[in-house]
């Protein structure tokens, strides 16, 4: 099968600017206060030219959303936890910063995944945190997880942590984001930790693997 044809330069650049609109907007007031008129005119696009890529704000949220998530995930490393240590601060750090980035972007997030949020944004972000979880499941030490959704076999382990992980944000959004990310990853890093992979062994084996050393 041909890969997909790049999207056209002015197309990129039009939608880029009225997701950067939108951003701009949200960062001054709830996506429900913003209409149409306010992204054309902050992103100095038509109204037609809107209603050529997008069929209402929302629709723009949630391309927006899915889009900057992608990115994020596209460029950290493996969030769930190996056996490691050596590799779990680098882990801790990504999940840190996946937690920081929808803390920053709070209002974005909770109107999309709140109670009338977008079913398009949820299973997005599940599939993409499953697809993560995967990756270091089954191969600890991977350096990013921006694999093919389609490549991604049936996981259950990876499909639970990432139902987990996506609850955890969605019960954090409604309470208003309380505390860091920083604590938040704390407290949840232990239950992460207590994951099983294939090929797992005593977390001592598995350390001096990582140094190099072979189990005495």
């Not at 950067?20 to 696009?45: G, H, P």
């Not at 209002?107 to 990756?135: F, K, M, P, T």
């Not at 990013?144 to 019960?171: F, M, Q, R, S």
């Amino acid at each position: 099968m041909p890969a997909p044809q790049p999207l056209d330069r002015r197309i990129r650049r039009t939608r880029s600017a009225l997701e950067r609109a939108l951003l701009d907007l949200i960062a001054e007031r709830d996506l429900v206060q913003i209409s149409v008129s306010d992204v054309t005119k902050r992103a100095d696009v038509n109204r037609t030219t809107f209603y050529e890529h997008y069929t209402d704000v929302h629709d723009l949220a949630a391309s927006a959303c899915t889009a900057m998530f992608d990115e994020l995930i596209a460029t950290s490393p493996v969030i769930a936890p190996s056996r490691a240590p050596a590799r779990q601060l680098r882990e801790r750090e990504a999940l840190v910063r996946v937690l920081t980035h929808i803390r920053d972007r709070a209002r974005l997030y909770r109107a999309l995944l709140g109670e009338d949020g977008s079913a398009r944004v949820i299973n997005h972000l599940q599939q993409r945190l499953a697809i993560s979880l995967h990756v270091n499941l089954t191969r600890p030490g991977a350096g990013t997880h921006a694999d093919d959704p389609a490549e991604i076999p049936y996981d259950p382990t990876a499909a639970l942590l990432a139902g987990a992980l996506l609850g955890l944000v969605l019960d954090w959004l409604r309470h208003g984001c309380p505390g860091t990310p920083e604590h938040v990853c704390a407290t949840i890093w232990p239950r992460l930790a207590r994951t099983e992979r294939p090929g797992d062994g005593p977390p001592e084996a598995t350390d001096q693997q990582d140094r190099g050393a072979g189990p005495r």
